[in-house]
């Protein structure tokens, strides 16, 4: 099974809400699920973290099913300025590396 | 205003040379991290650090060595470049108690000729 997979792009417009989905299907079962934010020619930057059910913050929400097999990042209201490339991150059962998913492309429309 | 810095932005080496990227973060954090960015592929993990003199082995070690002498500083050189290392290389650092929270650097733009 693939590590850790989410949808290579999305489009969206305007005002609508967004939701991108990762699956996790060897995650650990003590660590965090960790979502990130990437403009270009800039690093990643820390969005929201959560490791069961929902977390919200100002910027997006994260919904987490009991079985932790996958995770749905929550973007309200899109605008413009949230274009930009999205980034899981978990960690494999039995092992401390860092595993990223290869990245959403987010285009939000006028 | 938490901080990583890589020492260039762009580079542009030969096939065959030593290249050394630096990375230094003012956080005070045990953990750091190298990336290689590459398109389809995201972020791949080079090595990492939990500590001073300490590194751990990523996904892509292979031809790669790293150093981190000081808890600031972290480190990532290829011994020999070669064409199919030219890729954006990030670094990352993240605290023990928070060790998925990375804060990131802006990433060295590497192109070997």
């Known amino acids: 099974l693939a590590k850790t997979t989410q949808p290579i792009s999305m489009d969206s417009y305007e005002g609508q809400e967004v939701n991108i989905t990762c699956s996790h299907n060897?995650?650990?079962?003590?660590?965090?699920i960790t979502w990130y934010q990437q403009f270009p020619s800039q690093g990643p930057r820390f969005i929201i973290q959560?490791?069961?059910t929902k977390v919200t913050n100002e910027v997006a929400s994260l919904f987490i099913p009991a079985d932790r097999k996958s995770s749905t990042l929550s973007l309200p209201r899109v605008s413009l300025s949230d274009t930009a490339v999205y980034y899981c991150?978990?960690?494999?059962?039995?092992?401390?590396?860092?595993?990223f998913g290869r990245g959403t492309s987010l285009i939000v429309h006028p | 205003d938490v901080k990583v810095t890589q020492s260039s932005r762009y580079l542009v080496k030969r096939t065959g040379e030593k290249v050394f990227l630096e990375c230094v973060q003012d956080?005070?954090?045990?953990?750091m991290f190298w990336y290689r960015q590459d398109p389809g592929l995201g972020l791949r993990l080079i090595y990492f650090?939990?500590?001073?003199?300490?590194?751990e082995k990523g996904d892509i070690p292979e031809g790669y060595s790293v150093s981190r002498e000081k808890k600031e500083r972290f480190s990532l050189i290829l011994e020999s470049a070669s064409t199919n290392q030219t890729s954006m290389y990030l670094c990352?650092?993240?605290?023990?108690?928070?060790?998925?929270?990375?804060?990131f650097g802006p990433g060295t733009r590497l192109t070997v000729l």
């Open positions: 650090s939990y500590d001073v003199k300490m590194k």
């Open positions: 060897n995650i650990a079962t003590n660590d965090y």
């Open positions: 956080m005070d954090h045990e953990n």
């Open positions: 959560g490791y069961k």
């Open positions: 991150l978990d960690r494999q059962g039995g092992s401390y590396i860092p595993t």
């Open positions: 990352a650092s993240s605290s023990t108690g928070d060790k998925d929270t990375q804060y």
